[in-house]
């Protein structure tokens, strides 16, 4: 087996064996921690002596040892008084076997565990990344632009937080289920949004976020398949990721849906997105993700930009608007209300964000604003608008594009 194939199989296999650690023993960090080691010890040993029969089983294996071993030689007072808390001295020394295969909603538990309410957001996400998709501290820090060691930290802090709370390997009480389910969806569209779209750096987006979200996402639907707003938000990310290999032209230049090249767009992502979409809609209440969605349905379905139903797509937007408000959604729908009812009502619909102090340096407000002016001829207010949103965004691939665009406006 080649060293990318063993990636793959660890990548995989490691949370299914966290899972099985942390609902065996307990601590999410001592078992994460005795995970690495056993990951170590197989990439030392595999490619010496083959793959185990039962990849899983093997890790599990030396990873509750390392666990024992480890429970057995610290005296340290604080780490004996945490385990102490989590478990009694007979189980502590006596931990069960292995166990290989563990109940069927691990994944979930673990998805819920990354995403206690005692965590921040941004631990949440960078914790969900880190045990759940199996990424390395490295990968997350470079995702993310901060030092390794600067990420190292937050994952640790955030496991230590989630000790302090007592926070248990069990499927949260039924009151909590739906808020905590919530909160899963929304670290996912996190990292998919951020994958999608890189908010720095040179690269418009980065695989192995939007994929690990996708994978992610794949799993809590198989696991709550009748959860429709989890079913649109898979459809949300097939479909806009489908689209993908049409954003950027040949030099990596930022290609915008309108011009984009609809040949090159996946059709098989397409066909399951809105397959999903489409049997979610009529079953459960209408959710954000699932408006999103049947938005990103409609540009799907449009062979060529023109052809586009942006009267249905003003209207989803309008649906959207009532029931999760703000202003990203408005400066959204500013856009749909432009093509359906001209560059002007969008624009007087657009100005009065400007006034939103959570806007006033959003690259995208001033992109959008730049675009109604450029449609409604106004050609010296857009060209100074396109050089505003070039100068608020961080990313590279978006700022040659918006300059590019206020220099073609100034050669005019």
């Given at each position: 087996?080649?060293?990318p194939?063993?990636?793959?199989l660890?990548?995989?296999?490691?949370p299914?064996?966290l899972?099985?650690?942390v609902?065996?023993?307990?601590?999410?960090?001592?078992?994460?921690?005795?995970?690495?080691e056993?990951?170590?010890?197989?990439a030392?040993?595999?490619?010496?002596t083959?793959?185990?029969d039962d990849?899983?089983?093997w890790l599990?294996t030396?990873a509750s040892?390392r666990?024992?071993?480890?429970h057995r030689?610290d005296?340290?007072r604080?780490r004996r008084?945490?385990?102490d808390a989590?478990r009694t001295?007979t189980d502590?020394?006596?931990a069960?076997p292995a166990?290989t295969?563990?109940?069927?909603?691990d994944?979930?538990?673990?998805?819920?565990?990354?995403?206690h309410p005692?965590?921040p957001?941004?631990?949440?996400?960078a914790?969900?990344l880190?045990a759940?998709a199996?990424?390395?501290?490295a990968q997350?820090?470079r995702a993310f632009l901060?030092p390794?060691?600067?990420?190292a930290?937050?994952?640790?802090?955030a496991?230590?937080?989630?000790?302090?709370a007592g926070?248990?390997?069990?499927?949260?009480?039924?009151?909590?289920l739906?808020?905590r389910v919530?909160?899963?969806?929304h670290?996912?569209?996190?990292i998919?949004?951020?994958?999608h779209?890189t908010s720095?750096?040179?690269?418009l987006?980065?695989?192995?976020?939007?994929g690990e979200?996708?994978?992610?996402s794949?799993?809590?639907h198989?696991l709550?398949?009748?959860?429709?707003e989890?079913?649109?938000?898979?459809?949300l990310?097939?479909?806009?990721d489908?689209r993908r290999?049409?954003?950027?032209?040949a030099d990596?230049?930022l290609?915008?849906?309108?011009?984009q090249?609809r040949?090159?767009?996946?059709?098989a992502?397409?066909?399951?997105g809105?397959?999903?979409?489409?049997?979610?809609?009529?079953?459960?209440p209408v959710g954000?993700y699932?408006l999103q969605?049947?938005i990103?349905a409609?540009?799907?379905d449009a062979?060529?930009a023109?052809?586009?139903?942006?009267?249905q797509?003003?209207t989803?937007?309008?649906m959207?608007?009532?029931?999760a408000?703000g202003?990203?959604?408005?400066?959204?729908?500013?856009?749909?209300?432009?093509m359906?009812?001209?560059?002007?009502?969008?624009l007087?619909m657009?100005?009065?964000?400007l006034?939103?102090?959570?806007l006033?340096?959003?690259?995208?407000?001033?992109?959008?604003?730049a675009?109604?002016?450029?449609?409604?001829?106004?050609?010296a207010?857009?060209r100074t608008?396109y050089?505003?949103?070039a100068?608020f965004?961080?990313s590279?691939p978006e700022?040659?594009?918006?300059n590019?665009?206020?220099?073609?406006?100034?050669?005019q």
């Amino acid at each position: 087996m080649t060293e990318p194939d063993l990636a793959d199989l660890w990548r995989a296999a490691a949370p299914q064996v966290l899972a099985a650690l942390v609902r065996r023993h307990g601590d999410f960090g001592e078992a994460e921690d005795a995970v690495q080691e056993a990951l170590l010890a197989a990439a030392v040993q595999w490619p010496a002596t083959g793959v185990p029969d039962d990849p899983k089983a093997w890790l599990i294996t030396v990873a509750s040892r390392r666990l024992i071993d480890a429970h057995r030689a610290d005296t340290a007072r604080v780490r004996r008084e945490h385990w102490d808390a989590l478990r009694t001295p007979t189980d502590r020394l006596t931990a069960p076997p292995a166990d290989t295969a563990g109940p069927a909603d691990d994944s979930l538990t673990l998805l819920l565990l990354c995403c206690h309410p005692a965590l921040p957001r941004p631990a949440q996400v960078a914790l969900t990344l880190r045990a759940v998709a199996g990424l390395s501290t490295a990968q997350i820090a470079r995702a993310f632009l901060v030092p390794e060691a600067t990420m190292a930290q937050r994952i640790s802090r955030a496991k230590a937080k989630l000790r302090q709370a007592g926070a248990r390997f069990t499927t949260p009480p039924t009151p909590e289920l739906p808020e905590r389910v919530a909160a899963v969806a929304h670290v996912l569209y996190l990292i998919f949004t951020e994958g999608h779209t890189t908010s720095t750096g040179t690269g418009l987006y980065d695989v192995s976020l939007t994929g690990e979200a996708i994978r992610l996402s794949r799993r809590l639907h198989r696991l709550l398949p009748n959860n429709s707003e989890i079913t649109g938000l898979l459809a949300l990310m097939l479909l806009t990721d489908a689209r993908r290999a049409a954003r950027i032209d040949a030099d990596g230049s930022l290609v915008p849906l309108a011009e984009q090249d609809r040949t090159r767009w996946d059709e098989a992502a397409i066909g399951e997105g809105i397959a999903l979409i489409e049997a979610a809609l009529p079953v459960g209440p209408v959710g954000p993700y699932q408006l999103q969605a049947a938005i990103a349905a409609v540009h799907a379905d449009a062979e060529r930009a023109e052809d586009t139903d942006w009267s249905q797509i003003e209207t989803l937007y309008r649906m959207l608007t009532n029931i999760a408000p703000g202003p990203t959604v408005t400066l959204n729908h500013t856009v749909a209300v432009a093509m359906v009812d001209g560059p002007d009502a969008g624009l007087r619909m657009l100005d009065p964000l400007l006034a939103d102090k959570r806007l006033r340096t959003n690259h995208r407000l001033h992109a959008a604003r730049a675009h109604l002016l450029d449609l409604a001829g106004r050609t010296a207010e857009a060209r100074t608008a396109y050089s505003t949103a070039a100068r608020f965004t961080t990313s590279i691939p978006e700022q040659h594009y918006l300059n590019a665009k206020a220099t073609r406006l100034r050669l005019q």
